[in-house]
């Protein structure tokens, strides 16, 4: 069955860098886009970025200079790197597949940014 | 970008009542290819957003016939009839037409 599983730090200091990584199952990472989405505690929806099925990647412009997404296709993996890192960027990271919509969610990794 | 905009905030609905969520967005959905890429997503307290309903009135895999979408352009609207105690949480439409994609504020439903 279809599966994603983010995996990371719980925790980052302030201006470092966070390393995600999205681990997927029953699905080819060559035939389906991936999102990376995350969610501040207690707040709405905010996407982050695109891994496409041919490799291409989409970011979102207020995140473009700081944010990386790539993948190791042999893996089944999807990697997020953000540098700078500040409070707000505190919350919830999701790996999302899309399908016309995005049809599987991983369960999210809680990441707080804090000295 | 494209403004995602959900109303209400908030709903109370007694067990078997039926509710309606609205949402506009700022420009058409309608992609190059003729798709509208409108998705309603409900996020459950403590988990991770589900997909209802996908391109519009698509019913996602499981989901149950009681949620329905409907709309088109910049004008959509997610029906819940019979509701039941397991359909509290909050409530997202999200395009997926234009990158980048975005999302409703949510809309948080109670059961009175």
């Known amino acids: 069955q279809v599966q994603l599983k983010e995996s990371g730090p719980g925790l980052v200091q302030p201006s470092q860098t966070l390393s995600l990584t999205c681990t997927v199952s029953?699905?080819?990472?060559?035939?389906?886009?991936v999102h990376w989405v995350r969610q501040p505690p207690g707040k709405g929806l905010e996407w982050m970025g695109r891994?496409?099925?041919?490799?291409?990647?989409s970011y979102n412009s207020a995140l473009k200079s700081r944010l990386s997404i790539s993948r190791d296709t042999s893996k089944n993996q999807v990697f997020l790197k953000m540098n700078s890192l500040q409070t707000d960027d505190t919350g919830t990271y999701y790996c999302?597949?899309?399908?016309?919509?995005?049809?599987?969610w991983g369960q999210g990794v809680m990441v707080t940014v804090s000295s | 970008d494209v403004v995602m905009t959900q109303t209400p905030v908030s709903l109370s609905v007694s067990l078997g009542g039926q509710v309606s969520i609205s949402c506009r967005s700022s420009?058409?959905?309608?992609?190059?290819?003729?798709?509208?890429?409108l998705s309603w997503y409900l996020q459950k307290p403590g988990q991770s957003p589900q997909l209802l309903i996908y391109?519009?009135?698509n019913r996602f895999s499981g989901i149950s016939d009681r949620f329905s979408g409907s709309g088109s352009g910049t004008d959509f609207t997610l029906k819940i009839s019979r509701v039941e105690p397991d359909d509290l949480g909050v409530y997202y439409c999200?395009?997926?037409?234009?990158?980048?994609?975005?999302f409703g504020s949510g809309t948080k439903l109670e059961i009175k």
């Open positions: 891994m496409r099925y041919n490799g291409d990647t």
């Open positions: 999200g395009q997926g037409t234009q990158y980048p994609l975005t």
């Open positions: 420009q058409s959905l309608v992609h190059n290819n003729g798709n509208t890429y």
């Open positions: 029953g699905f080819s990472l060559t035939s389906y886009n």
């Open positions: 391109k519009v009135s």
């Open positions: 999302t597949r899309d399908s016309g919509g995005s049809d599987y």
